[in-house]
């Protein structure tokens, strides 16, 4: 729990609970992990936790300390690092509030004999963004290394801002020159998804950075990419980053950009993370060069994919056609998978999305938390269908493997070549 000074700390007495749509769980030592390094809790304001009272073998919903009557108590979750898919997310009660919380991923949190617990499954063990890795000083380094070879490329500009103010482990990576470098492009998206975490103009929320203000310019796009793939073991670089809309709708730039690359060389991986909503240009760029592409999908269904992504001027059948065309040319596909636990491991959507992999002979699930309030991420998708109950994500996942073998499980994307 958490005082409303934000001091943590733990309640006799009481079990740590997690949810999963509307079902209230309790969370035990062998379904969590050691909260890992880098995770951040995080108290929900104005939220009554819901807790399992041991003593009456049932979960209740408390306002006050009952060791301390009239101090107010909140709800804490966990916001998990890179390569962990949640179990379930934080237990609270939001009855009347209508304010959503900020743009994180809320999972589920207890304390343990020694240390905090978090109610999540490693998907992905590469330390691609392992915060231990990436030294201030050596990004400062590489920072003014590519200021003086490259003092009018706007991206780098850009990606200076990403690295030392925003903190992106992307942007990081490129200047510490590892792993996947990020080509942020589009000034705009032809989609306004309730969680863009680049642009928000409806209800109580926030961006969590301002968005690319400009296009960069085809030679610019591959300064980065050839300065990055020259340096860099099997390296990734990608098109579609939280600082930016859609990078289809920046075609004009990326397909010279990728022509640039590939006349120069075929090593490295050339990524792209889109919505999939233009499976014309999606065709080109695979003809020009491109190795890969994520799609990001809430879900495999049409009704409640429309629901989130909330598309201006595309249909679901677009995106299920750029895919078509992607794995016709022999590209590998991964879905962006936004899960929610309760919603993604439903019967119904576990079932759609066997089809729907099945159909489109995806390559790899990228396991990535949802970043959204989860509670009325649940009530929309509620509205839509009910979802019935949940079969757990640890469940969904090992089936996925027994049906897929091939199928690839992690959370970034993989390099290539």
Not at 141 to 159: A, C, F, S, T
Not at 171 to 189: D, H, I, M, Q
Not at 391 to 402: A, D, H, N, W
Request: glycine letters at 6%.
């Amino acid at each position: 729990m958490a005082a409303e000074n934000g001091d943590i700390f733990e309640l006799e007495g009481y079990g740590a609970a997690g949810m999963s749509g509307n079902t209230p769980v309790v969370l035990k030592k062998e379904q969590t992990v050691p909260m890992p390094h880098g995770s951040e809790l995080m108290m929900l304001p104005q939220r009554r936790p819901v807790v399992y009272n041991i003593a009456k073998n049932q979960f209740e919903i408390i306002e006050d300390n009952p060791f301390d009557p009239g101090e107010k108590i909140f709800p804490v979750a966990v916001f998990n690092s890179p390569g962990y898919v949640n179990r379930h997310f934080c237990a609270y009660d939001d009855e009347n509030i209508k304010n959503l919380l900020p743009l994180f991923s809320y999972g589920a949190v207890g304390f343990g004999k020694k240390n905090f617990r978090s109610a999540a499954i490693l998907v992905d063990k590469e330390p691609r963004q392992d915060l231990r890795q990436m030294p201030h000083n050596g990004i400062v380094k590489g920072v003014k290394q590519m200021q003086e070879k490259y003092p009018d490329n706007r991206l780098i500009r850009h990606l200076e801002t990403c690295a030392l103010q925003y903190g992106c482990p992307a942007g990081k990576n490129f200047f510490l020159k590892r792993y996947e470098a990020p080509l942020p492009t589009s000034t705009v998206c032809n989609a306004n998804c309730l969680g863009c975490i680049s642009l928000q103009i409806q209800n109580n929320l926030c961006a969590c950075q301002e968005r690319i203000s400009f296009t960069p310019s085809p030679e610019e796009i591959a300064q980065v990419s050839l300065e990055h793939i020259s340096h860099v073991k099997k390296a990734v670089v990608s098109f579609g980053q939280g600082c930016e809309g859609d990078p289809l709708t920046a075609f004009k730039a990326i397909e010279p950009a990728i022509r640039l690359i590939r006349k120069k060389t075929d090593k490295g991986t050339i990524n792209l993370n889109t919505n999939a909503s233009l499976p014309h240009h999606v065709e080109k760029l695979c003809r020009a060069g491109l190795d890969s592409m994520r799609v990001s999908l809430n879900s495999v269904r049409e009704n409640c994919y429309q629901a989130y992504f909330r598309p201006s001027s595309y249909q679901f059948s677009d995106v299920l056609k750029s895919i078509q065309k992607a794995k016709q040319q022999g590209k590998f596909v991964s879905i962006n998978y936004l899960n929610c636990p309760g919603f993604t491991d439903s019967k119904k959507e576990f079932t759609a999305l066997k089809e729907f992999i099945g159909i489109y002979k995806i390559d790899m699930i990228q396991w990535r938390n949802l970043n959204f309030d989860p509670k009325k991420y649940c009530e929309l998708m509620l509205k839509i269908e009910d979802y019935g109950r949940p079969l757990g994500m640890e469940t969904i996942i090992k089936q996925l493997s027994k049906y897929f073998p091939k199928l690839v499980h992690g959370y970034f994307n993989p390099p290539l070549f």
